[in-house]
């Protein structure tokens, strides 16, 4: 069974950083690309960044390029979203979902999410 | 301001279909595939369809997709209270490298 558990989530003040990690079972993570996906609270999704299954390709949303970094462990089946600089804007509860295969960009698992909150 | 326009809100009887569209440009939904995710209130999203039509393995017929040039359209036969939820479109957008998402849409079985 494909399972992902996110855990780093808290509250922050602005300006600070934070580190979530996202931890898979269940599949051969090495052959995955993955992604974040936030949602502020009450308000749609927005994805956040991606990383290929070698860590060849990475990419971030707009809102957050300079002060996320997307990183990923294949031998600790581990995927890193390192928040820096944070906003109050960028309070969500973020997502770690596992890309399908082939180049099509759909999400095929989530993970529960953890909440960030950024507030003084 | 999302870059796929959806309404923001639907509703129907059960039993009734319903289809909720999703809207965006040459440099998303016209060259590439769609997607589509179902979130029941304090849920993740679960994905619904995947490469414009394709169903996940567990998800009843009852759903399907579709996308004709720069739009797509989810539809929803014999409409069940509990499928109640939001419903998100989402796909990749080459000239932003980036993942996008419509607003979401809101489905009320009344």
């Known amino acids: 069974e494909v399972q992902l558990v996110e855990s780093g989530g808290g509250l922050v003040k602005p300006g600070g950083s934070l580190r979530l990690s996202c931890a898979a079972s269940?599949?051969?993570?090495?052959?995955?690309?993955m992604n974040w996906v936030r949602q502020a609270p009450g308000k749609g999704l927005e994805w956040v960044s991606s990383?290929?299954?070698?860590?060849?390709?990475?990419y971030y949303a707009d809102s957050v390029k300079g002060r996320f970094t997307i990183s990923r462990d294949n031998a600790k089946n581990s995927l890193y979203l390192q928040m820096n600089s944070l906003r109050a804007e960028d309070t969500a509860v973020y997502y770690c979902?596992?890309?399908?295969?082939?180049?099509?960009?759909?999400?095929?698992?989530w993970g529960q999410g953890t909440l960030v909150t950024v507030s003084s | 301001q999302s870059v796929l326009t959806q309404p923001p809100s639907v509703s129907a009887a059960p039993g009734q279909k319903v289809t909720i569209s999703c809207s965006g440009s040459?440099?998303?939904?016209?060259?590439?595939?769609v997607s589509w995710y179902q979130q029941l209130p304090g849920t993740a999203p679960k994905l619904l369809i995947y490469d414009n039509n394709n169903r996940p393995s567990g998800i009843p017929d009852r759903f399907s997709g579709s996308k004709s040039g720069t739009s797509a359209t989810l539809g929803i036969t014999g409409l069940q209270t509990g499928d109640e939820a939001d419903y998100y479109c989402?796909?990749?957008?080459?000239?932003?490298?980036?993942?996008?998402f419509g607003g979401g849409t809101k489905l009320t079985v009344l």
């Open positions: 990383i290929s299954s070698s860590s060849s390709y990475i």
């Open positions: 989402g796909t990749w957008d080459s000239s932003l490298s980036a993942g996008v």
């Open positions: 269940g599949f051969t993570f090495s052959s995955y690309s």
């Open positions: 979902a596992r890309e399908g295969s082939g180049d099509s960009g759909y999400f095929d698992y």
């Open positions: 040459s440099s998303n939904i016209g060259n590439n595939y």
